[in-house]
């Protein structure tokens, strides 16, 4: 089984930064992407950025420039770098894992982990 751990939400003023990380457990053959989520409240949830295996990476337009997404393929883990965030960027973050093997004759799978909530406001 594999579980998604994210971490490094927070409270946070407009104009600051900060960092959340998603570390992937358990035993994966290989993966396509990985990437980060976000939805906030009654609206629905959306595509921040992802990165493949292979490192190419899209963002969505509300975060170009401001955030940076990036992987460690070795520990499996996924990392966005969030710059001059903005009161829009409240919500609970979502780190995704889509088209994972856990063996080489495995289905591809994707997982979810519980969310972080990231909190800009003064």
């Known amino acids: 089984q594999v579980q998604l751990v994210e971490s490094g939400g927070g409270l946070v003023q407009p104009g600051g930064s900060l960092r959340l990380s998603c570390a992937a457990s358990?035993?994966?053959?290989?993966?396509?992407?990985m990437g980060w989520y976000r939805q906030a409240p009654g609206k629905e949830r959306e595509l921040v950025a992802i990165i493949t295996s292979g490192g190419g990476t899209n963002y969505a337009d509300s975060v170009k420039d401001r955030f940076t997404i990036s992987i460690d393929n070795a520990k499996i883990t996924v990392y966005l770098q969030m710059n001059s965030l903005k009161p829009e960027d409240t919500a609970v973050y979502y780190c995704?894992?889509?088209?994972?093997?856990?063996?080489?004759?495995?289905?591809?799978?994707?997982?979810w982990g519980q969310g972080t909530q990231v909190t800009v406001s003064s």
């Open positions: 995704n894992a889509d088209g994972v093997r856990l063996r080489w004759s495995s289905p591809r799978s994707a997982y």
């Open positions: 358990g035993s994966i053959y290989s993966f396509n992407a």
